[in-house]
């Protein structure tokens, strides 16, 4: 089932994760799929920002040029927009809604439990819980502060959120964004999650408890690019390993890994003595060549059970019978697509949501190891060898590939009721929206 109406895409850039990260990214020019080509129009709208500008998350500039584009389509009355879907930290657009008289809905990449956790951040600190006492710079701590505020959750570490929420005060710029976040979400229409009730009913449950109108919509697919040398590099590679054999690195398209890392990973993966596909994206060497990132021969010395690639078609990757695990960062769509794949994970958070996405997969679903850090949260040889060893081949290991080889199977057997929910509740969104627009179908 399509939705109808067309669908505009403004590429507005709305912060520094999108204008540093996300922009350089996004092909030139942005080659959409043959079946919705002609039915989305990308804008690229004025960010106002200069070059190597690190605003955070607002700029007038922005939010002005996304009102002139709207209030010019709607005068033009030709394909007037009925909505704005924006993600959560993009907050200045709720006034922009108001002011066109259009509604705000909220799309949260991420999943449920994150955007709960996210809305109900702001009385931690006013009532005394945040800043929390101690040193920032401790990935843990002995006797951690356990959360109990929100309805409908069980108590959670507040390690799972980021050091610079736990530490910070309210005066603190960032602070400061995610109270306006609380406030504008309350004024969105609805929140479209990209996620699914039977993962994580408990968070879904909350939501309902706090009357946000929360649909999952998810699995997102993800587009992939078209890199068909890498992509027969990577199979024809796979093939000649024996099965389960092949831990699978990958720290998606944004977290980035220090040249000592590198090392202490490197070293690890040697130790293991496990064969390995490691993507080390061009980005995250910059202009240096592999031998000057890796530590001295090791590629001379793994040659024969490595592989180390710039980019990989993940889901083919972990629907390889070589691969035996995913050593991630545990962002949300590598965290979806490993459980789709029935692949237990070896988990290295690194910020944002991904703490939270290695609680779901190490202590709720059990798919999972985490690889233990140092004291300041960094990569340790020995660790990432006993972590790559408990997983491919220990107790621990084998207990995580059974329970997601079993969420697997539900996941595969409801997946056409599932495509079909989510296809619903997209289907909802958009009869609501015009509904709420009095747009009819018939010119």
Same mark, same amino acid.
């Given at each position: 089932?399509?939705?109808?109406?067309?669908?505009?895409?403004?590429?507005?850039?709305?912060?520094?994760?999108?204008?540093?990260?996300?922009?350089?990214?996004?092909?030139?020019?942005?080659?959409?799929?043959?079946?919705?080509?002609?039915?989305?129009?990308?804008?690229?709208?004025?960010?106002?920002?200069?070059?190597?500008?690190?605003?955070?998350?607002?700029?007038?500039?922005?939010?002005?040029?996304?009102?002139?584009?709207?209030?010019?389509?709607?005068?033009?009355?030709?394909?007037?927009?009925?909505?704005?879907?924006?993600?959560?930290?993009?907050?200045?657009?709720?006034?922009?809604?108001?002011?066109?008289?259009?509604?705000?809905?909220?799309?949260?990449?991420?999943?449920?439990?994150?955007?709960?956790?996210?809305?109900?951040?702001?009385? %931690?600190?006013?009532?005394?819980?945040?800043?929390?006492?101690?040193?920032?710079?401790?990935?843990?701590?002995?006797?951690?502060?356990?959360?109990?505020?929100?309805?409908?959750?069980?108590?959670?570490?507040?390690?799972?959120?980021?050091?610079?929420?736990?530490?910070?005060?309210?005066?603190?710029?960032?602070?400061?964004?995610?109270?306006?976040?609380?406030? /504008?979400?309350?004024?969105?229409?609805?929140?479209?999650?990209?996620?699914?009730?039977?993962?994580?009913?408990?968070?879904?449950?909350?939501?309902?408890?706090?009357?946000?109108?929360?649909?999952?919509?998810?699995?997102?697919?993800?587009?992939?690019?078209?890199?068909?040398?890498?992509?027969?590099? /990577?199979?024809?590679?796979?093939?000649?390993?024996?099965?389960?054999?092949?831990? @699978?690195?990958?720290?998606?398209?944004?977290?980035? %890994?220090?040249?000592?890392?590198?090392?202490?990973?490197?070293?690890?993966?040697?130790?293991?003595?496990?064969?390995?596909?490691?993507?080390?994206?061009?980005?995250?060497?910059?202009?240096?060549? %592999?031998?000057?990132?890796?530590?001295?021969?090791?590629?001379?010395?793994?040659?024969?059970?490595?592989?180390?690639?710039?980019?990989?078609?993940?889901?083919?990757?972990?629907?390889?019978?070589?691969?035996?695990?995913?050593?991630?960062?545990?962002?949300?769509?590598?965290?979806?697509?490993?459980?789709?794949?029935?692949?237990?994970?070896?988990?290295?958070?690194?910020?944002?949501?991904?703490?939270?996405?290695?609680?779901?997969? /190490?202590?709720?679903?059990?798919?999972?190891?985490?690889?233990?850090?140092?004291?300041?949260?960094?990569?340790?040889?020995?660790?990432?060898?006993?972590?790559?060893?408990?997983?491919?081949?220990?107790?621990?290991?084998?207990?995580?590939?059974?329970?997601?080889?079993?969420?697997?199977?539900?996941?595969?057997?409801?997946?056409?009721?599932?495509?079909?929910?989510?296809?619903?509740? %997209?289907?909802?969104? @958009?009869?609501?929206?015009?509904?709420?627009? /009095?747009?009819?179908?018939?010119?």
């Amino acid at each position: 089932m399509m939705l109808k109406e067309e669908l505009k895409l403004n590429c507005n850039l709305p912060s520094k994760l999108y204008t540093r990260m996300n922009w350089p990214l996004l092909p030139d020019p942005i080659d959409l799929p043959g079946h919705v080509s002609g039915r989305i129009s990308v804008h690229v709208l004025e960010d106002g920002l200069e070059p190597g500008d690190n605003s955070l998350f607002s700029n007038s500039t922005m939010k002005e040029s996304l009102f002139a584009f709207i209030h010019g389509e709607q005068e033009m009355g030709v394909s007037r927009p009925t909505c704005i879907v924006s993600e959560p930290f993009a907050p200045w657009t709720l006034e922009v809604a108001q002011r066109a008289g259009i509604p705000r809905v909220e799309f949260c990449a991420s999943n449920a439990m994150s955007y709960l956790v996210l809305i109900n951040l702001v009385h %931690l600190y006013s009532e005394g819980i945040f800043p929390e006492k101690g040193s920032p710079t401790k990935w843990t701590t002995e006797n951690p502060v356990m959360l109990d505020h929100i309805p409908g959750l069980p108590p959670f570490r507040s390690e799972l959120l980021g050091r610079e929420i736990r530490f910070n005060d309210a005066s603190h710029p960032f602070v400061k964004l995610l109270t306006e976040i609380v406030s /504008c979400s309350k004024h969105s229409e609805r929140v479209l999650i990209n996620s699914v009730i039977k993962l994580e009913p408990m968070a879904f449950k909350a939501l309902q408890i706090q009357g946000v109108k929360a649909f999952d919509v998810g699995p997102l697919p993800m587009p992939g690019k078209e890199e068909s040398s890498s992509k027969a590099e /990577c199979i024809s590679w796979l093939n000649s390993q024996g099965d389960h054999s092949v831990i @699978y690195i990958a720290f998606g398209s944004v977290a980035t %890994l220090s040249v000592e890392e590198m090392h202490e990973l490197a070293s690890g993966l040697e130790g293991s003595g496990c064969s390995f596909m490691w993507v080390i994206r061009k980005d995250n060497r910059g202009e240096k060549e %592999l031998p000057q990132i890796l530590p001295e021969g090791f590629l001379e010395r793994t040659k024969d059970r490595g592989l180390i690639i710039s980019w990989a078609p993940q889901v083919e990757v972990l629907s390889h019978r070589a691969v035996g695990g995913f050593l991630s960062h545990c962002g949300w769509n590598s965290t979806f697509e490993s459980l789709q794949e029935g692949v237990p994970m070896l988990c290295c958070p690194r910020f944002s949501d991904q703490r939270i996405n290695c609680h779901y997969i /190490c202590e709720q679903w059990n798919t999972g190891v985490e690889v233990m850090r140092t004291d300041t949260g960094g990569l340790e040889r020995s660790y990432v060898e006993a972590g790559v060893k408990a997983l491919l081949h220990g107790e621990e290991g084998l207990k995580a590939r059974h329970n997601a080889q079993r969420i697997m199977a539900i996941t595969k057997k409801s997946q056409k009721e599932g495509e079909r929910h989510s296809v619903a509740n %997209l289907q909802r969104f @958009y009869d609501d929206m015009r509904a709420l627009c /009095c747009i009819s179908d018939n010119p």
